[in-house]
């Protein structure tokens, strides 16, 4: 639906900016932004811009409020990604950091389609996971050992209060029994710093565009641990499985291209010591994605939330050291749950 401005600072940003004049009038439609942000897809006298404004309260069930800062940090992520992935990032144009806003290029849908919703609909394209892996490693490559960028991106109590505690924290206070080993996980990872993280390295955030996969919702920016980024991405291609289970192969051969594409980027240590991390992060993810502040929204069974537990659970207690080791475990935990067989 296309509107007016819901508010009337919205169009004062786009005045200020010099997008449109005093007298011009812009028409503002809500898209869907996920939990965080307010978006809107603002069209001009025959263009189209995108509008997007952080919420203090996210849109979920629990209480989960975060810091406006987050959206100022977004627009340094994009207008660093920018430099570098000039083609996988939407376009920064504007930003007022004391309104908490930001105006960026806007991508047609029908050209940029969102990766989640064709890995949903059984549309998955092992090239496509590859190429979100080079690019997710060239940003941290290019990234990793600046002290300027470590100090532009010093967000640790963001990243905190946006992935670590409604995630980590979350499915702790969840699981007592499991509480030592996440609130370590929290500590080592809060407290490693190698690269920019983008933080929320989603298939919901990230569209398949015509030159490439392009990157989007860089709210939780912070200098730290690549192995988050790469962990976190991977642990939504295993949660397709339970849902897509006629394209579990592909699937897992789309977690292995990810991986692949990644580690070709790698430059900054060892890929063991990273893979290391990364395995031990994606079950505490896994876990945080059924009994966390934000529950992935398509898986409804309780019985595939209990298969995710044990499973989640049991990697905890006794983790694996390779990301492939922990992908077989999981596609057997898959199969041997299944009620049909699998190709």
Known sequence: MTTNSPDTALD????????????????????????????????IDGRSLCVKRALAQLKVEADWKAPLSRNAYEWEWMSFAAQHC???????????????????SFLEPDRHPVWKEQLLHGEVDPATAFAVGQVLGRLHAASAGRADVAEAFDTVDNFYALRLEPYLVAAANHHPELAPVLLELVAKTAGTQYALVHGDVSPKNILV??????????ECAWYGDPAFDLAFCLNHLLLKGVVRRDALLQLSASFDALLQGYLEQLNWESAERLETRAARLLPALM??????KSPVEYITEEATRDLIRTFASQLLRDPV??????????????????R????
């Open 12 to 43: 004062g940003f786009l005045v200020a900016q010099g997008l449109i004049s005093p007298d011009e009038k812009a028409q503002w439609r809500p898209l869907a932004g996920g939990v965080s942000s307010d978006i809107w897809r603002v069209d």
């Open 86 to 104: 000039p083609d996988n990032v939407p376009r920064p144009i504007a930003h007022d950091e004391v309104a908490g806003l930001f105006a960026m």
């Open 209 to 218: 565009g015509p030159s490439g996969p392009v990157l989007l919702d860089a």
């Open 287 to 292: 876990l945080a994605r059924v009994d966390g």
């Open 321 to 338: 050291p390779a990301l492939s080791e922990l992908r077989n475990t999981w596609n057997e935990a898959v199969r041997s749950n299944a």
């Open 340 to 343: 049909a067989p699998l190709p």
